[in-house]
C-alpha cells in the first residue's frame, strides 16, 4: 500500500531537518574548537576574570550540541517509523489517545471549577432539604469516576506506541527551548501536533502528562540556569591542560615521575669509557672552536689527497671513434684540432712522392739527392 499524502511530506520534512541538524552540529563544534583556543590564550596572559565569563559560551555549545544530538535521534526514529505512526494516529487508537489527552488537560486545567460546583450543589441541597439528592449526585459521580479510572487503567499505559510518544514528547518539549530557530522543526512540531491533538502538545510542552515523560537528560540539558563554578573550574583546566598553560598560575604541569631503574644511565658519572660506550649518548650542540677546527682538518685531508693516475700524461682524455670507410673516401682519418699534421704539409706530402722531411716541412739531404739523381736518368 503506498504512502498517504500526509506520510510523505512527514518523511520530506524529517530528511530535510537531519541534515540540517547535522550541519548546525558542525558549525557549532568548530565554533567551540576557536573559543577553546581563545580561552587558552586568555588563561595564558593571566585573565582569568575574562576567561571565566567567556567560558559560558563554552559550556552553552556544548549542551546545544548535545540537544541537537538527541533531536536527531529522535527525528531518525520518526522517519524510520512514519507509517506506522499514521497507521496509529488516523485510526481508531489515535482518536482515543486525543479523547485521552483531551480529558487529562480538562482535569489539570478546570479543577476548581468542578470542585466549587460540588460545593454549590451541596449547598443548595442542604438549604432546601433535600441533603439526599445532593449525596445521591455525588455517589454517582464517585462510581462514574471509579469507572473511568478502572478503563484507563484496563487501558495501555501508552498513547499510541512507548517509542513513538517518547519522541514527539520530546519534540515538543525541545521547540520552544531549542538552541537554533529551525524552520522544519516548526513543522514538524505542527504536523505532529495534528497527529496527537493540542491538548497532547500543551502538556507535552510543559511536561505534564501522566504516562510518558520528558527524558531527563534532554531536561537537564535545556534548563535555562548559568552554569555552576564547579563545572566552570573544570573546563577551564581542561582547556589549559589540552592546550599547555599552566592554570592556576602557581600550578605546573604534572610531573610524570622518574624512570625505572632498568632505564636509568648509572654510568654517566663513572669515568669508565668501555661501559660507556655500549651505551647510546644523545648528540649535544657542537661549539664554535670545534666546528672551526673540524673544518681545519677536513681541509687538511682534502690537500693530501692525490688525483687518480689512470689517466697517461700528455694524453687527451677525450677519445672518438674513426669514422666508417666509404668508397669516396676508403682511409678516413680524424682530424683533431692542434695535431701534428696540418694543410700546408698534407699539400706538400699530394704534390709529389711522398719522402722523409724535417718538423718544418723541408725534404732531408738524402731525399734531395735521390731526386736529383731521378731528374738526370730523365731524357
Request: with cysteine.
Amino acid at each position: 500500500m503506498p504512502p498517504s499524502a500526509q506520510t510523505t511530506r512527514l518523511v520530506s520534512n524529517l530528511r530535510l531537518l537531519i541534515p540540517r541538524l547535522r550541519l548546525l552540529q558542525k558549525k557549532d563544534t568548530a565554533s567551540s574548537v576557536v573559543q577553546r583556543r581563545e580561552l587558552s590564550q586568555l588563561l595564558s596572559e593571566g585573565r582569568e576574570s575574562s576567561a571565566r565569563i567567556r567560558v559560558e559560551n563554552v559550556i552553552a555549545t556544548d549542551i546545544a550540541i548535545e540537544v541537537m544530538e538527541m533531536v536527531e535521534l529522535y527525528c531518525e526514529l520518526l522517519l524510520a517509523r512514519a507509517n506506522v505512526l499514521d497507521q496509529l494516529a488516523f485510526g481508531e487508537k489515535g482518536s482515543r489517545a486525543r479523547l485521552r489527552a483531551k480529558e487529562l488537560y480538562k482535569k489539570q486545567n478546570h479543577p476548581q471549577a468542578g470542585s466549587a460546583g460540588a460545593k454549590l450543589a451541596e449547598s443548595s441541597g442542604s438549604r432546601f432539604g433535600f441533603s439526599w439528592l445532593g449525596a445521591s449526585q455525588k455517589k454517582e459521580t464517585s462510581v462514574a469516576a471509579n469507572d473511568s479510572s478502572e478503563a484507563l487503567s484496563d487501558e495501555e499505559n501508552t498513547y499510541m506506541d512507548t517509542a513513538l510518544d517518547e519522541a514527539a514528547v520530546a519534540i515538543f518539549y525541545a521547540w520552544h527551548r531549542f538552541p537554533h530557530e529551525l524552520r522544519e522543526l516548526t513543522m514538524l512540531r505542527n504536523m505532529l501536533g495534528e497527529r496527537y491533538g493540542k491538548e497532547f502538545m500543551t502538556l507535552a510542552q510543559e511536561n505534564k502528562l501522566d504516562s510518558v515523560k520528558v527524558p531527563d537528560r534532554l531536561q537537564k540539558s535545556l534548563r535555562v540556569r548559568p552554569p555552576g563554578q564547579d563545572l566552570v573550574e573544570l573546563y577551564l583546566r581542561e582547556i589549559a591542560k589540552a592546550y599547555g598553560v599552566a592554570w592556576p598560575a602557581g600550578e605546573r604541569q604534572e610531573d610524570l615521575g622518574s624512570a625505572p631503574p632498568e632505564f636509568v644511565d648509572e654510568t654517566r658519572d663513572d669515568g669508565d669509557d668501555g661501559q660507556r660506550g655500549d651505551l647510546p649518548a644523545t648528540p649535544n650542540k657542537p661549539r664554535a672552536g670545534a666546528t672551526e677546527a673540524r673544518r681545519a682538518s677536513d681541509a687538511s685531508e682534502l690537500n693530501k689527497a692525490t688525483p687518480p693516475r689512470g689517466l697517461a700524461a700528455g694524453r687527451s682524455p677525450v677519445s672518438v671513434a674513426p669514422p666508417a670507410p666509404r668508397t669516396d673516401n676508403p682511409n678516413p682519418r680524424v682530424k683533431v684540432p692542434g695535431s701534428e699534421e696540418t694543410g700546408p704539409v698534407k699539400a706538400a706530402d699530394t704534390s709529389g712522392p711522398q719522402g722523409k722531411s724535417n718538423g718544418n716541412g723541408i725534404p732531408e739531404l738524402d731525399e734531395l739527392t735521390r731526386r736529383f739523381a731521378d731528374l738526370k736518368r730523365k731524357p
